[in-house]
Structures are given as C-alpha cells and as structure tokens.
C-alpha cells in the first residue's frame, strides 16, 4: 500500500541585521578566527537538526558542503530546527558559540510561521535576533529567536555557552529553529568550512555525503566536529494519532507524550523525516501489545525534499476498542541498497 506523502521544501530566511561595512572578500579565513562551540542547547540528531547549511553552490542551484541538497539557493546560515512547536514553547536555549560582546539585538517580533502571516516586514526577516561581536572584525548573529526569551543587552560579555534567548519561530520561517551566522568584515562564511558563501567553485564530492569528512578548514571546535557530523536524513517525529493524521497537528506536537484513548473510532500512523532524496523508501510498521504487525505500508520520496510528512490509517483488527498497551511505530528509510536509519517509537493505548 502506497502511503500518502505531503512534502514542501522548508523556508527560513536569514538576512543580518545591519553591520559595518564590507572590506575586500577574504580568500580563506584569517587567523584570529573564533573557535565555535554548538549555538544551542539541544541533542542533536535527537531533539534537534541541522535541517539547513549554508549553500555552497555559487551560481543558481543549490549545494550543502557535504554535495547534499540539505540547504537553499543563496542561504547563509546553519539551521538548527526543533522537532516540532511543542518542543519550542517548552524552551530550548540558544547561546553564545564564542567568547565576546553583545553588539546588536531585536525583540519583539511574534512567533508565527509565514504560511499564517505571509512573511515579515521588509528588512526584518531574521526576527528576533542577537549579534555577538568577537573582536577582529568577526561576528555571529542568532536568529529567529522566540519573543521575550532574549536575556542579553548590547555591552553584555558574554562567554561560549552564556544563554542568549530561546529558539523560536520569529520572521520569515515556517518551522521552530535557529539561524546560526558567522561573519568577517561584513562577509558570510560557512562554520563547516571556513570559507566565504557564495564564491569560488561548487564542492565536488567523490563520496556519499553521509560519509563526507569535515573540511580541515572547519570553524567548529573539536567536540561540535563529532557532535555535528553530516546526517542527509533523519527522522524528525513518529507516532499513532487517534485520526487521520494530519501534518499541522504533528508539528504543532499534537500527537506526542500522552496515551490515546483505546476506543478511537480511527488510528493513524504518521511520520515526518527531513532530508529525503528521490528513490528513497520509506516503510511505516506498526505492532500491536501481542506482538504481532497490524500494518505495514511503504512509499517512495518522488524528488529530493527538505521535509518529508507521510500519513496513513491502520485497520482495526477486530471489533470494538484497540487492545490496550504498548504499540510500536517502527520508521524505515532506505537509500538504495542502505539502511539509512531503522527507528522505533511507543504510544500507549488506554
């Protein structure tokens, strides 16, 4: 059975909030460039996801370092996004990636994606933002942060690891994250590679981009280089609903952390990844308290996306209310011949 796919390429744009004037484009970064640290407080891979990187691709198409579409024409940014708004309104820290000092921030802006308010203002697409300004010319900006979270004013020190805000769903976004920037002298470079966005040439990957090394140029600080390893696909959440699933529930945290009711007229199994490419198989399974499988349906990803919602409904074995207990939603993604991850969530049933 062909399971339902709803898909969209997500959208989050970062434009700085304004800074000194740009000097000549730096070749490679310069010395003195500041050691990064993880901008968030988050698990990543677990509670959190680079969904975005900054597109190394110089001309019109669009390429992460890696040689993955994990990014968008002209982004210039690491998207560090939550699993869903639940997650977000429970509060998930930002902080400082280096030492330095506060130069700039922006409050205020309401937490709303762009498919309810058709985008931000002209100029404040960022949001809620915050600027930290570490000497020599660098700098790195914090954006679409949650109104009212942003605990530093401009002047303050800060450290690497000093709570800035929280992450939030401020400016022209349509999913929970942070946009992390690294600057110098007014221009964008990527952490993951040291070098200017937007110019030379287009990576040329010889391997996978799930097995691409960091480039030896990497800003990162030896421990966010393990944490931050290249993932092209990962499941952001799974689970049974007491409906047909729908996508705005799930990413509204609508169908996570509590049992449902065992006499639901409907069980839906769903399930959002990120990162699909075209020709990927996706299998949701579903077991019952017993043991045994109540369903098992597989789609295909038709192109390359950024995130991926699939949704189906599981028949009830016989009649009256579900078996209580423990079920299991069992989400297989496969790449070709690769298993690239076999994951397993439980929902109760009561």
């Not at 004037?21 to 959190?48: F, H, K, T, W």
């Not at 930290?132 to 010319?137: A, E, I, M, Q, S």
């Not at 609508?254 to 075209?278: F, I, N, S």
Request: glycine share 14%; charged share 25%; aromatic share 6%.
């Amino acid at each position: 059975m062909r399971v339902p796919v709803h898909y969209r390429w997500g959208f989050a744009a970062l434009v700085f909030l304004p800074s000194a004037g740009a000097a000549q484009s730096p070749a490679a970064p310069p010395r003195g460039a500041p050691v990064l640290e993880l901008p968030v407080r988050c698990r990543i891979g677990a509670d959190c996801f680079v969904q975005n990187y900054v597109d190394a691709d110089p001309g019109p198409g669009m390429q992460d370092f890696a040689c993955g579409r994990l990014t968008y024409d002209g982004h210039g940014g690491t998207d560090f996004r939550l699993t869903d708004l639940e997650a977000m309104r429970r509060g998930v820290a930002v902080v400082a990636a280096a030492p330095g000092t506060v130069a700039r921030v922006r409050d205020g802006m309401e937490d709303v994606s762009i498919r309810q308010n058709g985008g931000a203002p002209a100029g404040y697409d960022a949001g809620n933002a915050v600027v930290v300004d570490h000497g020599n010319g660098w700098e790195t900006q914090y954006s679409h942060l949650k109104r009212g979270s942003i605990a530093v004013r401009p002047g303050d020190r800060v450290e690497a690891g000093t709570p800035l805000a929280e992450v939030g769903l401020s400016g022209n976004t349509e999913f929970p994250h942070v946009d992390f920037g690294i600057r110098h002298d007014g221009h964008t470079l990527d952490p993951y590679t040291g070098k200017e966005a937007g110019t030379g040439e287009a990576p040329s990957c010889a391997v996978d981009p799930s097995e691409a090394p960091m480039p030896s140029g990497t800003l990162w600080s030896d421990a966010a280089r393990r944490t931050l390893a290249y993932r092209p696909s990962a499941l952001l959440g799974a689970g049974l609903a007491p409906e047909a699933p729908k996508a705005e529930v799930a990413r509204d945290g609508g169908y996570g952390g509590k049992p449902l009711p065992a006499d639901a007229p409907t069980l839906g199994v769903w399930a959002e990844l990120m990162g699909g490419r075209k020709g990927d198989r996706v299998t949701l399974e579903v077991t019952g308290p017993d043991g045994r499988r109540l369903s098992r349906n597989e789609g295909a990803v038709p192109r390359p996306l950024a995130v991926l919602f699939f949704g189906t409904e599981v028949k009830k074995p016989v009649p009256g209310s579900w078996p209580p207990g423990p079920y299991r939603v069992t989400v297989t993604l496969r790449h070709g011949d690769e298993t690239v991850f076999r994951e397993e969530r439980r929902v109760e049933l009561r």
